[in-house]
């Protein structure tokens, strides 16, 4: 069992930064690939970004590759989600999550089985 708990979020004008972090407790984190999703009121949860548990590979959406850079810490058990250049469109409630199914890809939601309780992100115009 994986407890995950965001923090970070809030408001920023476009153009702005943030940096969102998902802090873990319980089972060892470091065994776990980490993902982030995001979900917009009215629109699926979609998938965001993703790291491995060594950190050695990350993976991002076509829509903030560039602008967005996931991180992770094993010794605090931490993941973060650097967010740069940041649009309207990225307002949403952000998630992490742990990936528990390895042979399912990196963007299905049901590849991971812990999630957070989210945080929010809003840009403004």
């Known amino acids: 069992q994986v407890q995950l708990v965001e923090s970070g979020g809030g408001l920023v004008q476009a153009g702005g930064s943030l940096r969102v972090s998902c802090v873990a407790s319980g089972r060892t984190f470091s065994s776990y690939d980490m993902g982030w999703f995001r979900q917009a009121p009215g629109k699926e949860r979609e998938f965001v970004a993703a790291i491995t548990a060594s950190g050695n590979y990350r993976v991002y959406s076509d829509s903030v590759r560039g602008r967005f850079t996931i991180s992770r810490d094993n010794a605090k058990m931490t993941v973060y989600l650097q967010m740069d250049s940041l649009k309207p469109e990225d307002t949403a409630v952000y998630f992490c999550?742990?990936?528990?199914?390895?042979?399912?890809?990196?963007?299905?939601?049901?590849?991971?089985?812990?999630w957070g309780q989210g945080t929010q992100v809003t840009v403004s115009s």
């Open positions: 999550a742990a990936r528990t199914s390895p042979r399912r890809t990196w963007q299905d939601l049901g590849a991971y089985a812990y």
